[in-house]
Structure formats: structure tokens, C-alpha cells
């Protein structure tokens, strides 16, 4: 029904940037919220940033301006600019969405992309 596939992580040397990319496709109607979790080993998944179709942005503590988050909503796409990059933001990075589909009850329901390493090197 839905897909969103990031891209854009890989290894990076500590004070580097990365931007990742994730777009959305499938039976979509709508798409309200978009955003980046974090997942490191042995720890809880965490959100980094999230942006509504308004452009309203809510950041993690940790991010500290280090980090932006973006959307063209033209093509169901959010991106996360990393500068400043730190040892501790290495993670598996998530995409998520929060989608209406064009059929069936007129819900939103949360989606989750299949993640991407972001590996950061000191």
C-alpha cells in the first residue's frame, strides 16, 4: 500500500555531514507529519526531527542545530541535512510518515521506511 525508502547514509569522519533522503509512494491521499527517528544498538528507538505538510518542526535536545529537516511535499519527500556530526549519532536512521491512504476509511496511520546506517568515525 505504502513505501518510503531512505537513502543517503553511509560512513562519515566525525565533524563531516550526511543528508538523507526519504520518499513516500503507493496509495496515498495525504501525508500530514514526516520525520527521522534513530535507532542505536542496545538502545530505544528515538526521534531526531519531524516536520508537518505546514512546515511546523520539532527537534530532538541532542540535535543542538546540528542537524535540519526539509520536505518537498510535491513529492512526498522528506530530507534530514547532519553537520557536525558526532561518534554518538551513529544509529540506524528511520524514516516515518503519518498517511492517509486514497481508499478506505479516512484514517491516518503511521509508516515506517526499512531504515539506513549512519556510521560516524572519530
Known amino acids: 500500500q505504502v513505501q518510503l525508502v531512505e537513502s543517503g547514509g553511509g560512513l562519515v569522519q566525525a565533524g563531516g555531514s550526511l543528508r538523507l533522503s526519504c520518499a513516500a509512494s503507493?496509495?496515498?491521499?495525504?501525508?500530514?507529519?514526516m520525520g527521522w527517528y534513530r535507532q542505536s544498538p542496545g538502545e530505544q528507538r528515538e526521534l531526531v526531527a519531524e516536520?508537518?505538510?505546514?512546515?511546523?518542526?520539532n527537534y530532538a535536545d541532542f540535535v543542538k542545530g546540528r542537524f535540519t529537516v526539509s520536505r518537498d511535499n510535491a513529492k512526498n519527500t522528506v530530507y534530514l541535512q547532519m553537520s557536525s556530526l558526532e561518534a554518538e549519532d551513529t544509529a540506524v536512521y528511520y524514516c516515518?510518515?503519518?498517511?492517509?491512504?486514497?481508499?478506505?476509511?479516512?484514517?491516518?496511520?503511521?509508516?515506517w521506511g526499512q531504515g539506513t546506517q549512519v556510521t560516524v568515525s572519530s
Open positions: 516536520i508537518t505538510s505546514g512546515g511546523r518542526i
Open positions: 503507493g496509495r496515498i491521499f495525504s501525508i500530514s507529519a
Open positions: 516515518t510518515a503519518l498517511i492517509r491512504l486514497n481508499f478506505g476509511p479516512p484514517t491516518t496511520s503511521k509508516y
